[in-house]
């Protein structure tokens, strides 16, 4: 019956691809797409099976580009300096609240989406969530196609056999805990390091402050206004934490310096024993040691609420929800834009997530009798290779906007544990109050002005200044345009609540 059933819904499917994909020449649509596996070449030749499968079923043949992601920023920036016509006709935007992301939209760069993504009797896998398209819209207009990510996903994660060779077996469960595990594991080796940082120390920052109790970016404190998150005491508390660990050993003194795509290598060469990043790493890493070490038990752990003194508990998200936003330029023809919009309808259907976001079964991964995904670490050589050269990054197309609708994966402990712990720690998430609101200060200067404050966050972990040198920074921060932010976020709150 089971079979006679699956065999029906195949059916439906293909029936109702049907129209989508009669046209005798493909429809090309160009993507630029933030490549997280720079350091291998992606093949984006007509000859890959993973573009040759979309294809088929949906009649548009995917020109990609891809772009390293540790200069992605940069990359958006050259193309969006392009005319309309040579840019690519889809374009993932990593920021949603970004200077490149606002600016380009109110200069008219991306089509209006609004109408579109309230279709849902046209395009019914794009209908999605009204409070995230409210997060992500510009002056009350949807630019873009959120993509969906677990929330609220980021936590603390270590070596649980490196804990117990330093005498330590339980997970933490309060901060002091936490401190006792990271001073444990400072002191294991001469030659190697706590902490994992690389030069991407947003999240690692993040974790540890809000973990204090500051707030996610923004606050709002007991007479109702907006402020930086940098003015509670807590994200104080968090640096030094940080501060104390690096001075003890327990933080490669040049981890500034370290890029993000070593920060796996790290872990994988017994470099480092914890990391602050998304929890989903973790399992990752499990796996990879079960196939490339032999490994057979458990030897990465993954750490839940994290209690202060006080017994409260509060926990960064690593996104909001969704994690930037697919873009439709100026390069699409208004005429074209139904074309386009049905493909991205398509992307997120329960077909175009598998194959956007796993490929071909067989190919780049595979299904078992059951119908389950197999694990990665149980693939060959010869897929791992083939889902990294033909899938390689294209998951970063994928939306996800009406959750999940991959074939699932027989779980892991660790990833069944990686779930489990999505739906514990969201009550504890701190939301950033002014994620729907438009700084005209922070369009203009945001970048500059995070980056005082990261580069001050920065150096005060490795004891380059002291806390009159943060504090400095902090001023020029307010100087130089964080008080007009301070103002313009507070009146976009409170016309809110009239």
Not at 94 to 107: I, L, S, Y
Not at 198 to 225: H, L, Q
Not at 351 to 358: A, H, L, P, S, V
Not at 385 to 407: E, F, I, P, R
Request: hydrophobic letters at 40%; proline letters at 4%.
């Amino acid at each position: 019956m089971k079979k006679l059933v699956s065999l029906f819904l195949a059916l439906v499917m293909a029936l109702s691809m049907m129209s989508f994909a009669v046209a005798e020449e493909p429809f090309v649509i160009t993507v630029l797409l933030p490549d997280m596996n720079a350091l291998v070449e992606a093949d984006v030749s007509e000859n890959n099976p993973v573009l040759k499968a979309i294809e088929e079923a949906t009649g548009v043949r995917l020109e990609i580009i891809y772009a390293a992601n540790s200069t992605y920023g940069d990359t958006l920036n050259v193309t969006m300096a392009d005319p309309a016509e040579k840019q690519p006709m889809l374009i993932v935007m990593t920021d949603a609240r970004g200077t490149t992301m606002v600016n380009n939209a109110r200069a008219g760069a991306f089509w209006d989406l609004t109408d579109y993504v309230k279709d849902s009797a046209t395009y019914p896998n794009l209908a999605g969530s009204a409070g995230i398209y409210n997060n992500i819209s510009i002056d009350g207009r949807i630019y873009g196609i959120y993509r969906t990510r677990a929330y609220p996903r980021a936590g603390i994660y270590y070596r649980k056999d490196i804990a117990a060779a330093c005498g330590i077996t339980e997970v933490p469960t309060t901060l002091e805990e936490l401190t006792e595990l990271a001073a444990a594991l400072a002191a294991y080796s001469d030659d190697t390091y706590a902490l994992n940082m690389c030069s991407y120390t947003a999240g690692t920052i993040s974790v540890i402050t809000v973990a204090f109790g500051a707030p996610n970016e923004w606050g709002i404190d007991e007479d109702g206004n907006i402020y930086p998150a940098h003015q509670h005491p807590a994200y104080l508390e968090g640096l030094d934490w940080l501060r104390d660990l690096y001075e003890a050993g327990g933080i490669d003194p040049n981890f500034a310096t370290i890029d993000s795509t070593q920060w796996d290598n790290i872990e994988r060469t017994d470099k480092a024993f914890m990391r602050f990043d998304c929890l989903d790493n973790a399992y990752r890493q499990q796996e990879w040691f079960e196939k490339n070490r032999g490994v057979t038990e458990q030897v990465w752990q993954m750490v839940g609420p994290l209690a202060k003194e006080d017994g409260t508990i509060t926990v960064w998200p690593q996104n909001p929800g969704f994690s930037g936003e697919i873009v439709v330029t100026k390069a699409v023809k208004e005429e074209d834009l139904p074309k386009v919009m049905k493909f991205l309808d398509w992307v997120n259907s329960a077909e175009g997530q598998m194959m956007i976001n796993w490929g071909v079964n067989g190919v780049t991964y595979l299904l078992d009798e059951e119908g389950y995904r197999v694990a990665t670490s149980e693939y060959t050589e010869e897929m791992s290779n083939a889902s990294t050269v033909y899938q390689h990054s294209l998951n970063q197309l994928g939306m996800n906007v009406m959750g999940d609708l991959c074939a699932p994966l027989r779980q892991s402990d660790l990833r069944a544990r990686y779930a489990e712990l999505n739906t514990i720690l969201t009550p504890y998430a701190v939301s950033n109050p002014c994620y729907p609101f438009v700084s005209e200060t922070n369009v203009a200067f945001g970048s500059q002005l995070s980056t005082i404050l990261s580069d001050a966050a920065v150096q005060y972990v490795a004891g380059i200044i002291d806390e009159d040198g943060l504090e400095a920074a902090w001023q020029q921060w307010y100087d130089e345009g964080g008080a007009l932010m301070i103002q313009e976020y507070n009146e976009a709150y409170q016309a809110t609540l009239q």
